[in-house]
């Protein structure tokens, strides 16, 4: 059974950071890319960051570039995301997921999109909060 879980989640004031972490567990992580995503109430759940597993190439949605860092380590079948310069902005449930159809994020790099139905496996998510 494929599980994910996340972790690291709170209340931070603007400016501030938090690291988020997603560890899985039930399949061979170094196999598929990772993303993370975030969700506020009444809006679509929006991708975020992509690690890939073909290569160490990275993504980067521009509403978090240049604050937030993805990175994971295989061996501990874990992801991260380091998210620093928090905007009341970034309050939202984060998760990550596995992409079930490409190993890299290269689709992202070119069209400038996490496409949410290619992603399965979603853990329950962290919160975090923002304040101004």
């Known amino acids: 059974q494929v599980q994910f879980a996340e972790s690291g989640g709170g209340l931070v004031q603007a400016g501030g950071s938090l690291r988020l972490s997603c560890a899985a567990s039930?399949?061979?992580?170094?196999?598929?890319?990772i993303s993370w995503f975030r969700q506020v109430p009444g809006k679509e759940r929006e991708g975020i960051s992509c690690?890939?597993?073909?290569?160490?190439?990275?993504y980067y949605a521009d509403s978090v570039k240049d604050r937030f860092t993805i990175s994971r380590d295989n061996a501990r079948s874990t992801v991260y995301l380091q998210m620093n310069s928090l905007k009341p902005e970034d309050t939202a449930v984060y998760y990550c997921a596995a992409n079930l159809m490409r190993r890299s994020c290269a689709s992202a790099q070119s069209t400038g999109v996490i496409i949410r139905h290619e992603y399965d496996y979603w853990g329950q998510g962290t919160r975090v909060t923002v304040s101004s």
């Open positions: 039930g399949l061979t992580f170094r196999d598929y890319a």
């Open positions: 690690s890939s597993a073909s290569d160490s190439s990275t």
